[in-house]
């Protein structure tokens, strides 16, 4: 059973920064595809960042540039490092694996960034 634990949201004035955590368990962690999704109110929910168990990494391409993704491989953790933060990156953040035709989700983390 893969299980999934967020950390690190909070509120943040604009052009701010943030780190988010994920921390995983159940799963080959240096194999596993580890994906960042957020979900703005009334909005449906959307892929930020991924990091392959090569390493790999792929951004939306609205957060290219501000955003890293990042893994502690020992302590099967993935980072979300998020700077320059804009009003527009308010939602709440999730942690995903996607294992065969299941995915599994984190509790979610609030980010909140004020103009």
């Known amino acids: 059973q893969v299980q999934l634990v967020e950390s690190g949201g909070g509120s943040v004035q604009a052009g701010g920064s943030l780190r988010l955590s994920c921390v995983a368990s159940?799963?080959?962690?240096?194999?596993?595809?580890i994906n960042w999704y957020r979900q703005a109110p009334g909005k449906q929910r959307e892929s930020v960042a991924s990091?392959?168990?090569?390493?790999?990494?792929t951004y939306t391409g609205s957060v290219k540039g501000r955003f890293t993704i990042s893994r502690d491989i020992p302590n099967n953790t993935v980072y979300l490092r998020m700077d320059s933060l804009r009003p527009e990156d308010t939602a709440v953040y999730y942690c995903?694996?996607?294992?065969?035709?299941?995915?599994?989700w984190g509790q979610g983390t609030q980010v909140t960034v004020s103009s």
């Open positions: 995903n694996v996607r294992r065969g035709y299941t995915d599994y």
């Open positions: 159940g799963t080959f962690f240096s194999l596993t595809t």
């Open positions: 990091i392959t168990g090569y390493g790999d990494t």
